[in-house]
């Protein structure tokens, strides 16, 4: 059983963002009213999804080769909607998935100038990238924002969509950190399960949560450094860093405590990991109450 301890509030941090740059002119025009979510930037849509073959891909779809996808926006307009967003001051956010969206969003953000100052763009997803594509996200400041689960649960699909020869950029998360781009992991809720023990594990092992494949998909793109990700550069993705994703001096004292080490577990122990106890603010919000067993309970009643 669990419980919560606090009534009456919403113990949830949210970084929210408006859908496109009207929407984003609109919110930022109207007086700030206490107590309001703030809005820090504008999400856009490249493309669609891999498993509708939405994705926009720069070859056709090797299950499907009369098509190559659709992208969302052309070139000008992701332009337009980006360089909006950010002379608001305000961080761009785009749904890139097929490497042809890839290549447009990472080509809209230099033309932007998101690679100056301290602007944190970002590409949601980035799950195909060409080859020749990776390096751009560095070279630019963007931030990769992925989401392990989603390797596990489309690696046959990727497998299929665009054959053997063209999965080098697909997942890559190894490799962008190499080549010294910003990642920031997450779920995709309500896409995926928001659990993040599952994408924890994921990430260290390129396995899903039945062990396969033996040994990892692409095991070299394993991603041990998988616990930041999900906290410290997470809360950089946001510009929230200081506020959150550690706990150090000054910053808010969210944290959960857990039944097991996670730097010790094995990747099938990782992903069943329970959290005991949530604290939001250094105030604990919620427990899990402990299970007496049927035994103990009848041998109390009977004394």
């Known amino acids: 059983m669990n419980r919560a301890l606090v009534q009456g509030t919403l113990p949830l941090r949210i970084f929210s963002y408006a859908g496109g740059s009207a929407e984003l002119a609109r919110i930022s025009a109207q007086p700030v009213i206490s107590g309001q979510m703030p809005v820090i930037g504008v999400k856009l849509y490249a493309d669609g999804a891999l498993g509708s073959r939405g994705a926009w891909l720069k070859a056709p779809y090797a299950d499907a ?11 000008e307009a992701l332009r337009e909607q980006a360089s909006a967003a950010v002379g608001m001051g305000k961080q761009v956010a785009v749904h890139a998935i097929g490497d042809a969206a890839n290549d447009m969003v990472l080509g809209a953000f ?21 080859v020749a594509d990776l390096d751009r996200f560095a070279a630019d400041k963007v931030i990769a924002s992925m989401q392990p689960v989603h390797q ?70 394993r991603l041990g450094q998988a616990l930041a990700g999900f906290t410290r550069d997470a809360a950089y993705a946001s510009f929230a860093e200081k506020q959150m994703g550690g706990l150090e001096p000054g910053q808010w004292a969210d944290f959960i405590l857990v039944d097991r ?26 427990e899990k109450e402990a299970v007496v067993p049927a035994q103990a309970r009848t041998s109390g009643e009977r004394g």
């Not at 100056?116 to 799950?127: L, N, Y």
């Not at 730097?263 to 329970?274: E, K, V």
Request: aromatic share 6%.
């Open 65 to 75: 080769p009369h098509t190559k996808g659709l992208p969302l926006l052309t070139p």
């Open 110 to 130: 230099k033309d932007v100038g998101c690679g100056k100052g301290d602007r944190r763009c970002r590409v949601e997803h980035a799950q195909i990238v060409d």
């Open 152 to 221: 596990t649960s489309d690696r046959t699909m990727a497998e299929a969509r665009l054959g053997p020869q063209r999965l080098g950029g697909a997942y890559a998360w190894q490799t962008l950190v190499k080549r010294r781009a910003r990642l920031a992991l997450g779920s995709d809720f309500p896409v995926e399960d928001p659990n993040p023990f599952h994408g924890l594990a994921a990430a260290v092992s390129r396995q899903g949560l039945d062990d396969q494949p033996a040994g990892g998909w692409r095991p070299w793109e």
């Open 261 to 286: 080490d996670p730097a010790a577990a094995s990747p099938h122990d990782l992903a069943r990991t329970q959290v005991l106890e949530t604290w939001i603010a250094g105030r604990k919000v919620w």
